[in-house]
């Protein structure tokens, strides 16, 4: 067999060379990016959530336009109404949330307590062995204290988790009152005029995807969280109104929340006499057919337009770079990707159908 001649050898050798020092150097690239957006990593999350409460409330301020003639009324009483709807709702859930965490904070030292002594224990039935209570008796044990750390820091956290709210909700009702100015103003002065037409595409084509992706998952997380908590509620399972605002919150991460939400409700039912942590599963189960097969169909449908494997995958990778943003934004983004690259594959048979001009020359 003969063999490859030297420069043919020499040019796969150099080709490999190039692609690898080209894969290094975008890694490289990437990581000095993410370095230098990690000193602004706050700053980027409350910009993104106030663009993501303008797509919220971007539907009712289109509906109310036409009534009210102008846009600026029309954008006040869409943020006043959601001002009232976000103080009922806080009111409503305060009182059960409070005396819950205050609550699971008395019990978690109990439990501890219980898991390191020699009383018998049995979950689902089963007896659990002195040495595997003991051991994790003195690891919950031994974290108790980092614990009631964190909830005190959490609990001085609260002043400005609220103060960055309300810069969130005043940078989403802003985007919503100039956003007609501030797309003309990058339709016409940032994009060039030749690429105008394909950018105004895949604008119109993200804001369909983002709108009727977060809307879509706000509304199922609503539903899911009310659900859940009221059968959880209806079965006395401890915490039942934190699992149900847990259930809400994890549904807003695809595929991968509700089985979290499920898993946590689940652990709680296991501290509880047998029959309630298999009534728990049930409804966890329940609660996902009746999402998947009813309210995904009708209110998201096809929005991303992904497969589940991909956006378990776009899932993961968000949670890798950027943590649980990361794992909220990762399936619009990859499907706003997916959307430009069949974008730019239909491009060239569309402009193939239109008239050949002669190109004038320009003086």
């Known amino acids: 067999m003969s063999e490859a001649p030297p ?9 490999v060379l190039v692609a690898a020092a080209a894969v290094v150097a975008v890694m490289l690239a990437l990581r000095l990016v993410f370095e230098a957006l990690s000193e602004l990593s706050h700053v980027i999350v409350l910009v993104v959530f106030g663009v993501v409460i303008a797509f919220v409330l971007a539907p009712l301020v289109e509906r109310l336009q036409p009534i009210v003639r102008r846009r600026g009324v029309a954008v006040a009483l869409t943020a006043l109404t959601a001002l009232i709807v976000i103080a009922g709702a806080v009111i409503a859930l305060a009182v059960p949330l409070i005396r819950e965490t205050r609550d ?46 964190e909830a005190a820091r959490a609990a001085l956290r609260v002043g400005a988790a609220t103060v960055d709210f309300f810069f969130m909700f005043v940078l989403g009702v802003y985007l919503l009152a100039s956003a007609p100015q501030v797309r ?3 339709d016409n002065v940032l994009v060039p005029e030749r690429p105008r037409a394909y950018f105004k595409r895949i604008e119109a084509e993200a804001a369909r995807l983002f709108g009727a992706y977060i809307r879509g998952q706000l509304l199922l997380g609503l539903i899911v969280g009310s659900v859940s908590g009221v059968a959880y509620v209806l079965l006395d399972v401890p915490y039942a109104v934190l699992l149900g605002l847990l259930a809400g919150i994890f549904e807003l991460v695809p595929i991968v929340g509700p089985i979290a939400a499920g898993a946590v409700a689940a652990g709680v039912a296991l501290t509880q006499p047998f029959p309630l942590v298999v009534w728990v599963v049930l409804v966890a189960i329940g609660v ?44 619009p983004l990859t499907g706003l990707a997916w959307s430009v690259y069949r974008a730019r594959r239909e491009t060239p048979a569309v402009r193939s159908e239109q008239p050949v001009k002669t190109a004038v020359p320009r003086p």
């Not at 420069?7 to 080709?15: E, G, M, N, P």
């Not at 030292?109 to 009383?119: F, G, I, K, Q, V």
């Not at 994790?136 to 044990?141: D, L, N, P, T």
Request: hydrophobic share 50%; no cysteine; charged share 20%.
């Open 288 to 331: 996902q057919q009746l999402e998947n097969n009813l309210l995904v169909p009708r209110i998201s449908g096809g929005a991303v337009g992904l497969h589940p494997l991909a956006a378990l995958l776009a899932v993961l990778v968000g949670v890798e770079i950027a943590g649980v943003v990361g794992a909220l934004f990762a399936v």
């Open 184 to 186: 003309r103003w990058v």
């Open 7 to 15: 420069s043919l050898a020499r040019w796969w050798v150099t080709r």
């Open 104 to 149: 699971l904070a008395d019990d978690v030292p109990r439990y501890a307590a219980l898991l390191s002594s020699d009383e018998p224990i049995s979950v689902g039935g089963l007896e659990i062995s002195g040495e595997v209570r003991q051991r994790i008796g003195a690891e919950i044990g031994a974290r108790i204290g980092d614990w009631s750390q």
